[in-house]
């Protein structure tokens, strides 16, 4: 039982690339979630999937788009990279929809130079 | 909006020393409220929670109790090790208000020396 896995765990990107960072959760969890973590100012939320087929935008959702590919897997896409969007993204999931207990990935470092 | 206050760190300690992380909340409606910890290199970790007023919270020595009428979540543990060393985010997640999400304080770097 792996939980909450993340790829890649480090990615440096030039400004204007695109990349995806990838999700999956193996704990049949219906909600998922992409935040970013800078420091001081805790975890922000970006996007989130209520359930496979829906997604929502969250705090900070400019510049990134998803996708719930099914129930297991919840993409984070920067199409055009900035020097902003250096961070550290967290993908996390929860069994219901209500923002309750919700179980987190290792991360990914991103650079943007 | 929903807004989590917590102590500023960074908070450094001695062993078996007595900690206690201040937080704080601002939610339109009836939350839910949890500690998550963050070792280094790591994702959070669910702490502990409490889903209601005068609740208490606990797990590997912390407690935390839900204070209404304070609007507080305050973190304690009686007695630190080195092992403790890590972020602490205090969250609240509001089934009242924009639910769906989970509102993070800022965290407090705690570091237990030997």
């Known amino acids: 039982n792996a939980g909450v896995t993340q790829t890649p765990k480090f990615q440096v990107l030039k400004t204007g690339q695109s990349m995806t960072l990838q999700c999956a959760q193996d704990?049949?969890?219906?909600?998922m979630y992409w935040y970013r973590q800078d420091p001081g100012m805790g975890l922000r939320l970006i996007y989130y999937s209520a359930s496979e087929g829906t997604t929502d935008k969250g705090e900070v959702p400019n510049g990134y788009n998803v996708s719930r590919l099914n129930k297991r897997e919840f993409s984070l896409r920067l199409e055009s990279a900035a020097p902003s969007q250096t961070s550290v993204y967290f993908c996390a999931s929860s069994e219901d929809s209500w923002g309750g207990t919700q179980y987190f990935g290792p991360g990914t470092r991103l650079l943007v130079l | 909006g929903d807004s989590v206050t917590q102590m500023e760190g960074p908070v450094t300690l001695s062993e078996e020393a007595f900690l206690t992380i201040n937080c704080t909340y601002t939610a339109t409606g009836y939350p839910s409220l949890f500690w998550y910890v963050q070792y280094p290199g790591e994702g959070l970790q669910l702490l502990l929670k409490a889903t209601k007023a005068d609740d208490k919270g606990s797990n590997k020595g912390f407690e935390a109790t839900y204070r209404k009428e304070t609007t507080s979540f305050h973190l304690e543990k009686g007695s630190v090790q080195v092992s403790d060393s890590a972020v602490y985010f205090c969250a609240l997640s509001d089934r009242g208000g924009s639910a769906r999400q989970l509102t993070f304080g800022s965290g407090t770097q705690l570091t237990v020396l030997p």
């Open positions: 704990m049949n969890h219906n909600s």
